[in-house]
């Protein structure tokens, strides 16, 4: 299985990839390492955070505090990633309690300049996150046509903005992966295509490090979710790099 979960972290990454293009969301994490988890489309990426035990149950029980990895900073210039679009430069960001946290975008202009190929792009300021995205008055103004997870079904449209509802189906996963066996994991908000489990085990990568192991997973409601991490030099040792710290509640 855990094979699986190896191709899942390539399949995520060209999710936000596929998601970013046509509605113009970035990944704040850039090239510098840094995972904010504030991204800026469906914040749907691997580094899910919550917990459950082996029989594909939410484990309340368990009393291990789990953080995630962000970027050390002593200013926002640090946060900025060397290949940085117009959403992602040192206005954009946050440094102030010593870690990078993406802010989201300003204001349309920017949004147009990062995404120039995206003519009606816009910067829904009302979002938790500021997102650039596009208007909409119902859900179908959102849909492209051809792509498995980005349907009607799968977009609401709130206050005009267009806003990324996440998978509907798990068949509709395996349509936007063919020859995976990914599932709709819906203790994600909003639901993500993630490995099948029955077992944390089932969800440890082949190439492992730290932020991988079993310890740093659950399996909830049949499918893999990555709890975060337990210290700073898990962090550290992954691909977020050597600045980066594990960051708790």
Same mark, same amino acid.
């Given at each position: 299985?855990?094979?699986?979960?190896?191709?899942?972290?390539a399949?995520? /990454?060209?999710?936000?990839?596929?998601? /970013?293009? =046509?509605?113009?969301?970035?990944?704040?994490g850039?090239?510098?390492? *840094?995972?904010s988890? !504030?991204? !800026?489309?469906?914040? !749907?990426?691997?580094?899910?955070?919550?917990?459950?035990?082996?029989?594909? #149950?939410?484990?309340?029980?368990?009393?291990?505090?789990?953080?995630? &990895?962000?970027?050390?900073?002593?200013?926002?210039?640090?946060? %900025?990633?060397?290949?940085?679009?117009?959403?992602?430069?040192?206005?954009?960001?946050?440094?102030?309690?010593?870690?990078?946290?993406?802010?989201?975008?300003?204001?349309?202009?920017?949004?147009?300049?990062?995404?120039?190929? %995206?003519?009606s792009? +816009? $910067?829904?300021?009302?979002?938790?996150? =500021?997102?650039c995205?596009?208007p909409?008055? %119902?859900?179908?103004?959102?849909?492209?046509?051809?792509? @498995?997870?980005?349907?009607?079904?799968?977009?609401?449209?709130?206050?005009?903005? &267009? +806003?990324?509802?996440?998978?509907?189906?798990?068949?509709?996963?395996?349509?936007?992966?063919?020859?995976?066996?990914? +599932?709709?994991?819906?203790?994600?908000? =909003?639901p993500?295509?993630?490995p @099948?489990?029955?077992?944390?085990? #089932? &969800?440890? =990568?082949?190439?492992? +490090?730290?932020?991988?192991?079993?310890?740093?997973? /659950?399996?909830?409601?049949?499918?893999?979710?990555?709890?975060?991490?337990? *210290?700073?030099?898990?962090?550290?040792? !992954? *691909?977020?790099?050597?600045?980066?710290? $594990? %960051?708790?509640?």
């Amino acid at each position: 299985m855990a094979r699986h979960t190896s191709k899942f972290f390539a399949l995520t /990454a060209a999710a936000a990839i596929a998601l /970013a293009a =046509p509605i113009g969301c970035e990944d704040e994490g850039g090239s510098n390492g *840094s995972d904010s988890d !504030s991204d !800026s489309d469906s914040d !749907s990426d691997s580094d899910s955070d919550s917990d459950s035990d082996t029989d594909s #149950d939410s484990d309340s029980d368990s009393d291990t505090d789990f953080g995630l &990895c962000h970027l050390a900073c002593s200013d926002t210039a640090t946060c %900025v990633p060397i290949d940085a679009i117009a959403t992602q430069t040192a206005d954009n960001w946050s440094c102030a309690p010593g870690y990078c946290e993406w802010l989201g975008c300003l204001d349309t202009a920017e949004c147009q300049e990062a995404f120039p190929a %995206v003519a009606s792009i +816009v $910067c829904n300021t009302a979002a938790s996150t =500021p997102t650039c995205t596009l208007p909409c008055s %119902v859900a179908g103004d959102c849909a492209q046509a051809g792509k @498995p997870l980005f349907d009607a079904n799968n977009w609401t449209c709130e206050s005009n903005f &267009c +806003v990324w509802a996440g998978c509907a189906t798990t068949a509709e996963c395996q349509e936007a992966f063919p020859e995976t066996e990914l +599932v709709c994991a819906e203790y994600s908000d =909003p639901p993500i295509c993630a490995p @099948p489990c029955s077992a944390p085990s #089932d &969800c440890v =990568p082949d190439d492992a +490090v730290d932020l991988f192991e079993e310890e740093n997973w /659950a399996c909830t409601g049949g499918a893999c979710e990555h709890l975060g991490c337990l *210290s700073t030099e898990e962090c550290a040792s !992954s *691909s977020h790099g050597p600045d980066s710290i $594990c %960051v708790f509640d």
